[in-house]
């Protein structure tokens, strides 16, 4: 484990489920991020929270909702999903807003059915 | 807005040889360039961090230079070894924001 846990590993869910992605570091960072990773395109940043604040939102649909309780855990709540949505969800973590000490978590497979 | 292109998109090479991969970036104002690793299905580990100041950074058998004037980088691996085989993503922070700009990677293979 690289200090950045996520978890499930893998997730399988169905278009009308609600599931949740869970992020963890114990870093002392103070920025984290969601990535969504798609096959055999550029990783996207989807949002970043700095100090439990969101300060990025990339146009993302609103059907992915992120929670950031507090600096160390980094949720992504998923409602009424696509197929297209299928794709390798990286949380990350950086010391400040700066990137210092990037870190990335092994990631969730999400599977939409 | 900056875009990142990796050359070549997939690369297969025997064991023992010298590589070069190639990262370019659009726009020249950037803060840092990063280069990571990621393992089939896995996250991302970085490799060597470049800030802007800098030419070039070295880790072992791993050389990545920068040239910000004409937009490029390269990492560099000597002595493939097939531990070496991922995907290997190349990352542009703009200056003075915290967002990467990622490559589609290079798929590297080293055979036995």
């Known amino acids: 484990e690289t200090g950045v846990t996520q978890t499930p590993r893998h997730l399988v869910m169905g278009m009308t489920n609600k599931k949740s992605l869970k992020c963890e570091q114990h870093l002392g960072h103070n920025a984290m991020y969601w990535y969504k990773q798609s096959a055999k395109k550029p990783l996207e940043l989807m949002f970043v929270?700095?100090?439990?604040?969101?300060?990025e939102n990339n146009s993302v649909p609103s059907r992915f909702s992120p929670e950031c309780p507090n600096s160390s855990h980094l949720f992504l709540h998923l409602h009424t999903l696509q197929p297209e949505d299928s794709a390798l969800y990286l949380c990350?973590?950086?010391?400040?807003?700066?990137?210092?000490?990037?870190?990335f978590g092994s990631g969730t497979r999400l599977t939409v059915v | 807005k900056q875009e990142v292109t990796q050359i070549p998109a997939a690369l297969s090479v025997p064991e023992g040889e010298n590589l070069v991969l190639n990262c370019s970036f659009t726009?020249?104002?950037?803060?840092?360039l990063q280069w990571f690793r990621q393992d089939p299905g896995k996250g991302l580990t970085s490799l060597l961090l470049?800030?802007?100041?800098?030419r070039e950074q070295t880790s072992g058998r791993l050389n990545a230079s920068l040239d910000k004037s004409s937009g490029r980088s390269t990492l560099y691996i000597a002595a493939s070894q097939p531990g070496d085989s991922a995907t290997y993503l190349c990352a542009v922070k703009r200056s003075n924001f915290n967002k990467f700009y990622f490559g589609s990677g290079t798929k590297l293979n080293v055979k036995p």
């Open positions: 990350a973590s950086s010391q400040d807003r700066a990137g210092y000490g990037y870190t």
């Open positions: 929270y700095s100090l439990e604040e969101r300060v």
């Open positions: 726009d020249s104002a950037i803060y840092n």
């Open positions: 470049i800030q802007s100041s800098q």
